[in-house]
């Protein structure tokens, strides 16, 4: 428990964090977590967005929110596959929690939730699968328009590969697939 009092209490600087699958079929399924921290005036002192308040927004409350991350993406990160260049995602976006995980919350019998579920932060996660079958690199480039750092994670296969942090500004590194198109052919 006191795990989870530090994670309710803890409040890091946001940070956006892209992990990128490469999966044995040929796809890459690219997701970035935005914090809704990111929004805030002092994002630093901003508590996080609990499940509990998420619940008693409007329709139209979570529509402008999932438009303003649409907008965080687009102006703070450039996607590449290479080669050819830049890319434009075509995200869909679902509320979670940390990493992509779930919210729990049954909107059937709100009074059965626990208090747990009540103080999950929330994130949300912008998703896209596309072929990258044929691609030999891609990279990523934090724009300098962004005000946070982009965190570089990939997985080809099952085996992880190096973290790379960006900072408005940087280009990420090159991430080799031509191994891992190769492998395709072969399986």
């Known amino acids: 428990m006191t795990a989870f009092c530090a994670w309710t209490h803890a ?6 964090p892209v992990r990128s699958i490469f ?10 977590e935005i ?5 805030a005036e002092d ?21 402008e929110l999932l438009s303003q991350v649409r907008q965080l993406i687009q102006d703070s990160i450039e996607f590449r596959l290479l080669p050819g260049g830049p890319v434009q995602p075509k995200f869909e976006m679902r509320f979670t929690t940390f990493a992509g ?27 896209w699968t596309v072929d990258a079958s044929k691609a030999a690199g891609y990279q990523i480039k934090a724009l300098k328009a962004g005000k946070f750092s982009v965190h ?4 080809l296969g099952e085996e ?15 991430l080799e697939l031509k191994g ?4 395709l052919k072969g399986g």
């Open 43 to 63: 994002p630093l002192n901003e508590p996080y967005l609990e499940n509990a308040d998420l619940q008693s927004y409007k329709p139209e409350q979570k529509t």
């Open 101 to 127: 995980q779930p919210l729990l919350w049954d909107a059937e019998k709100p009074e059965e939730n626990t208090a747990e579920c009540g103080v999950m932060p929330v994130m949300v996660t912008a998703e």
């Open 35 to 39: 914090d809704p921290r990111c929004f």
């Open 160 to 174: 992880e590969q190096r973290l790379h942090v960006l900072f408005p500004g940087e280009e990420s590194y090159v």
């Open 152 to 155: 570089f994670i990939n997985h």
């Open 180 to 183: 891992w198109a190769e492998s």
């Open 23 to 32: 999966k044995d079929d040929g796809t890459v399924t690219i997701r970035v």
């Open 11 to 16: 409040h890091p600087v946001p940070d956006i």
